[in-house]
């Protein structure tokens, strides 16, 4: 079984920094593509940003330049570095990952951590 777990999330002022960490676990065999999508009340579930097995990045208009995301292959991790952070960043972050076990390919999502931006 694969679980999918994020941590780091919390209450930061406008134009401070947070990390985000997820960690895959369980009978991997192969992880493709990893990505954080948010979703803040009322609103639909929107990407954030991804990264592929090899490195490519994408990332959405409203943060680039001030989120970056990172893998630790061996670690089967996935982080997102957020920094001057916004109001407006405020939602629920979710990590997904595109994930192979010995009998299926499967994309899985986290259970979501909580960031508040707010003076």
């Known amino acids: 079984q694969v679980q999918v777990v994020e941590s780091g999330g919390g209450l930061v002022q406008p134009g401070g920094s947070l990390r985000l960490s997820c960690v895959a676990s369980?009978?991997?065999?192969?992880?493709?593509?990893m990505g954080w999508y948010r979703q803040a009340p009322g609103k639909q579930r929107e990407l954030v940003a991804a990264?592929?097995?090899?490195?490519?990045?994408n990332y959405a208009d409203s943060v680039k330049g001030r989120f970056t995301i990172s893998r630790d292959t061996a670690k089967n991790t996935v982080y997102l570095q957020m920094n001057s952070l916004k109001n407006e960043d405020t939602a629920v972050y979710y990590c997904?990952?595109?994930?192979?076990?010995?009998?299926?390919?499967?994309?899985?999502w986290g259970q979501g951590t909580q960031v508040t931006v707010s003076s």
């Open positions: 997904n990952a595109d994930i192979r076990t010995v009998v299926s390919a499967n994309s899985y």
């Open positions: 990264i592929t097995s090899g490195g490519s990045t």
């Open positions: 369980g009978s991997i065999s192969r992880i493709n593509a």
